[in-house]
């Protein structure tokens, strides 16, 4: 399945739109992603998306923290665990980085190399990557975005991240980080980005898989009493 953890959620009617583009482009699921300071109003929307989308695609909330703050990261993770079934931070800050990927209750490290000369991850933060399944998220959006010698750089980052991620196999994240209808892409094409900046097939579904696996998993995180064991009921 066709899975986008990261499209900028906004309005009821510009999400509508969005949706129904990612549809009609091929996508099966996507993530509205909202900061912690408007990530409740938008839960405050959901039935009525979900009115408007029914049969249309599947959809839910990513919770996109932005912060160099520690404490504040961690203040937001606890607030909102229970009622985000992903929650995402946006990287950058190497301690900030490190902070994310040590982190067992957040699912997604975003963008580790925003606004750096390197990808921002080394061998040490991919273990902890790997070790506490903390997913890195690497954006569409940062090559559609940039061009000549910047769009050069991004393809970089990208290319270090894996090949970091062929050593660890912590998860990986491909996201379009679409701001509007106009930033959306066919599946095809999307693919396609990716297989340029060095992706396999293979590697690209696997991406697709872990965004889902993190949907699945987190619908039963009430159950789950340490990482490999969750608690099932007794039907005997």
Known sequence: MFFDLNVKGSGLENNIKMAKQ????????????YGQNDFRDALDLKDELN???????DFD???EVKSTNINEIRKAVNKFRDK???ISVVGGDLKVNRAVLENIRIDVLSRPY???HDSGLNHVLAKEALNNNVAVEVC????LKSYLTPRAKVISNFRDIYTLYRKFDFPLVLS???RSIFDIRTTHDFMAVFRQTGLSDDEIEKSFNTSHDILKNNKNRSDLIFRGVRRVDDEA
């Open 51 to 57: 009115d408007n989308l029914d049969g249309i695609i």
């Open 22 to 33: 990612a549809s009609d482009y091929g996508w099966e699921h996507i993530n509205f992603s």
């Open 114 to 116: 925003l606004k750096r």
């Open 84 to 86: 985000a079934l992903c």
């Open 140 to 143: 569409f959006n940062d090559i």
């Open 176 to 178: 379009s980080g679409a």
């Open 61 to 63: 909330y990513t919770l």
